[in-house]
C-alpha cells in the first residue's frame, strides 16, 4: 500500500482551520509528520527541516502544490487537530497490521494495558499537568493497539473504560495493574470478547486480604503449580506461581454488604518472587482475579507479558523516541504527538530483519526507499 492509503486511514479527521485560508492540506501535514518522526526527528523544527530536504520523495506520495509547510504550521496544527478523534482513528488504523489470531491458538493473546507520564508536558502558567496516556499493548505481536488520554484532574480509571470501548478483544486476555480493578473495568472487558487478570492490591483492601489468607493457607485446593527460575546482572530470581479455581465463595452472599463482585470471575492466583543477590534474600507475593480459568503456566507467561509493557514500549518511546524530552504543551499536541510516535513504532516494528528499532529509524532517515517500503506495509 502507498502513503496516501495510509493517510486515507485518518479520512474521518476534520481540519481545524477554516478551509479558504488552508494552504497545505490535512494528509500532507500527517504524512510530513509521520514520515519526519519515522526519520528521526524529534520536534517540529526538525521535521520541518527533514521534509524541506526531501521534497522529491513526499512529491511522489502527496502532491504538496503549496510547498512545505513552516514548523509553526505544523505545530499549529497538530495542537489544534481533535485528539481522540486521532486516536479512534489510529486504533481503527492498527488493526490492518494486526495478525488475527488462530481460532485454535493455546495461548491467548496478551494486551497489556498500561500508563505512562509525559514528564514535561505539563504547563504551570495554564494549571495543566503532564500528559498521561493509557495504552494497550499487544505483547506477542509487539503492537500498540491504542491509547487513551486521562482527562485533568482525572486518573486511569475514567479513561481505561474509553480505550476499551475502541478494542477488538475476543479471545484476548487483558492484564491491568491494581489501579484498573474496578467491577466495570472487569465487564467492559467481557462485553468486548475478552477475558481479565486483574491485580489485587490495597485499593481492593478486603478482597485482597480474603484472596492472600485463602492463597497462602496450605489446605486450599490449588488447580495447578508452577516455578521459574531466572539469573542475570548478579542475582538469582525463582518465580513461583499458584492458581485456584475455588471461587465460588467469593461470589456467595455470605460476604459483607457493598463487596464488590467481579464478573465472570473463573480463578484467583498468586505469584511469590523470591529474590537472591549478594547473599540476602528478599521475598514478595502478588495476588490477582481472573475471569479465565487458567493453568499456572499460562498465569506465568501472562504476568511476564504485562512487565513487557515496561521495557517494550514505554523505555522504547523514552529511549528510541525520546518521549520524556517532549516540551509541547499547547491544545492535543502532546496527545496527538504521542500517538504519531504510536505509528511511527507500530511501522518500526513490522520489519523481519535482525536491526533494532534504533537502526531501523535511522536507516528510514538514510534512505528513503527504506522509508517508502515502512509506509506502504500498511494495510
Same mark, same amino acid.
Given at each position: 500500500?502507498?502513503?496516501?492509503?495510509?493517510?486515507?486511514?485518518?479520512?474521518?479527521?476534520?481540519?481545524?482551520?477554516?478551509?479558504?485560508?488552508?494552504?497545505?492540506?490535512?494528509?500532507?501535514?500527517?504524512?510530513?509528520?509521520?514520515?519526519?518522526?519515522?526519520?528521526?526527528?524529534?520536534?517540529?523544527?526538525?521535521?520541518?527541516?527533514?521534509?524541506?530536504?526531501?521534497?522529491?520523495?513526499?512529491?511522489?506520495?502527496?502532491?504538496?502544490?503549496?510547498?512545505?509547510?513552516?514548523?509553526?504550521?505544523?505545530?499549529?496544527?497538530?495542537?489544534?487537530?481533535?485528539?481522540?478523534?486521532?486516536?479512534?482513528?489510529?486504533?481503527?488504523?492498527?488493526?490492518?497490521?494486526?495478525?488475527?489470531?488462530?481460532?485454535?491458538?493455546?495461548?491467548?493473546?496478551?494486551?497489556?494495558?498500561?500508563?505512562?507520564?509525559?514528564?514535561?508536558?505539563?504547563?504551570?502558567?495554564?494549571?495543566?499537568?503532564?500528559?498521561?496516556?493509557?495504552?494497550?499493548?499487544?505483547?506477542?505481536?509487539?503492537?500498540?493497539?491504542?491509547? /487513551?488520554?486521562?482527562?485533568?484532574?482525572?486518573?486511569?480509571?475514567?479513561?481505561?473504560?474509553?480505550?476499551?470501548?475502541?478494542?477488538?478483544?475476543?479471545?484476548?486476555?487483558?492484564?491491568?495493574?491494581?489501579?484498573?480493578?474496578?467491577?466495570?473495568?472487569?465487564?467492559?472487558?467481557?462485553?468486548?470478547?475478552?477475558?481479565?487478570?486483574?491485580?489485587?492490591?490495597?485499593?481492593?483492601?478486603?478482597?485482597?486480604?480474603?484472596?492472600?489468607?485463602?492463597?497462602?493457607?496450605?489446605?486450599?485446593?490449588?488447580?495447578?503449580?508452577?516455578?521459574?527460575?531466572?539469573?542475570?546482572?548478579?542475582?538469582?530470581?525463582?518465580?513461583?506461581?499458584?492458581?485456584?479455581?475455588?471461587?465460588?465463595?467469593?461470589?456467595?452472599?455470605?460476604?459483607?454488604?457493598?463487596?464488590?463482585?467481579?464478573?465472570?470471575?473463573?480463578?484467583?492466583?498468586?505469584?511469590?518472587?523470591?529474590?537472591?543477590?549478594?547473599?540476602?534474600?528478599?521475598?514478595?507475593?502478588?495476588?490477582?482475579?481472573?475471569?479465565?480459568?487458567?493453568?499456572?503456566?499460562?498465569?506465568?507467561?501472562?504476568?511476564?507479558?504485562?512487565?513487557?509493557?515496561?521495557?517494550?514500549?514505554?523505555?522504547?518511546?523514552?529511549?528510541?523516541?525520546?518521549?520524556?524530552?517532549?516540551?509541547?504543551?499547547?491544545?492535543?499536541?502532546? /496527545?496527538?504527538?504521542?500517538?504519531?510516535?504510536?505509528?511511527?513504532?507500530?511501522?518500526?516494528?513490522?520489519?523481519?530483519?535482525?536491526?533494532?528499532?534504533?537502526?531501523?529509524?535511522?536507516?528510514?532517515?538514510?534512505?528513503?526507499?527504506?522509508?517508502?517500503?515502512?509506509?506502504? /506495509?500498511?494495510?
Amino acid at each position: 500500500m502507498s502513503g496516501p492509503s495510509l493517510i486515507e486511514h485518518f479520512g474521518a479527521l476534520q481540519d481545524p482551520r477554516q478551509s479558504w485560508k488552508v494552504l497545505f492540506p490535512l494528509p500532507e501535514i500527517l504524512l510530513i509528520v509521520l514520515c519526519g518522526t519515522l526519520a528521526g526527528a524529534e520536534d517540529f523544527v526538525e521535521i520541518s527541516r527533514w521534509a524541506q530536504m526531501n521534497q522529491a520523495f513526499l512529491r511522489r506520495l502527496l502532491p504538496y502544490e503549496g510547498g512545505i509547510p513552516s514548523h509553526d504550521t505544523l505545530n499549529d496544527v497538530m495542537n489544534a487537530i481533535d485528539g481522540t478523534l486521532f486516536a479512534q482513528c489510529f486504533t481503527a488504523w492498527v488493526e490492518g497490521l494486526r495478525e488475527p489470531a488462530p481460532a485454535s491458538a493455546a495461548t491467548p493473546e496478551v494486551v497489556a494495558i498500561d500508563g505512562k507520564t509525559s514528564r514535561r508536558t505539563h504547563d504551570r502558567g495554564n494549571d495543566r499537568g503532564p500528559l498521561h496516556l493509557v495504552s494497550a499493548w499487544a505483547s506477542s505481536q509487539r503492537l500498540v493497539l491504542g491509547q /487513551q488520554a486521562c482527562k485533568a484532574k482525572s486518573n486511569e480509571i475514567t479513561a481505561i473504560p474509553l480505550l476499551l470501548e475502541r478494542l477488538a478483544l475476543t479471545g484476548a486476555l487483558v492484564t491491568i495493574d491494581a489501579m484498573g480493578t474496578q467491577t466495570r473495568i472487569a465487564q467492559a472487558i467481557l462485553d468486548r470478547g475478552g477475558d481479565y487478570l486483574l491485580a489485587l492490591k490495597d485499593n481492593q483492601a478486603s478482597l485482597h486480604g480474603e484472596v492472600q489468607r485463602c492463597l497462602d493457607d496450605p489446605a486450599t485446593k490449588l488447580h495447578s503449580r508452577f516455578e521459574t527460575t531466572d539469573g542475570d546482572h548478579g542475582r538469582i530470581e525463582v518465580r513461583r506461581h499458584v492458581v485456584s479455581h475455588e471461587v465460588d465463595w467469593l461470589t456467595t452472599d455470605r460476604r459483607f454488604p457493598g463487596e464488590p463482585r467481579f464478573p465472570g470471575l473463573a480463578a484467583i492466583a498468586m505469584v511469590e518472587a523470591e529474590v537472591e543477590r549478594n547473599g540476602s534474600t528478599s521475598r514478595e507475593r502478588r495476588y490477582y482475579l481472573s475471569s479465565m480459568p487458567l493453568d499456572a503456566k499460562l498465569f506465568a507467561h501472562a504476568v511476564r507479558c504485562h512487565w513487557h509493557v515496561e521495557n517494550r514500549l514505554h523505555w522504547v518511546l523514552d529511549v528510541v523516541f525520546h518521549e520524556d524530552l517532549s516540551r509541547l504543551r499547547s491544545g492535543a499536541g502532546p /496527545q496527538n504527538m504521542a500517538t504519531v510516535r504510536h505509528m511511527a513504532m507500530n511501522l518500526l516494528r513490522v520489519p523481519k530483519d535482525k536491526h533494532s528499532l534504533k537502526v531501523r529509524r535511522k536507516s528510514a532517515a538514510w534512505d528513503t526507499a527504506y522509508l517508502e517500503a515502512l509506509l506502504r /506495509q500498511s494495510a
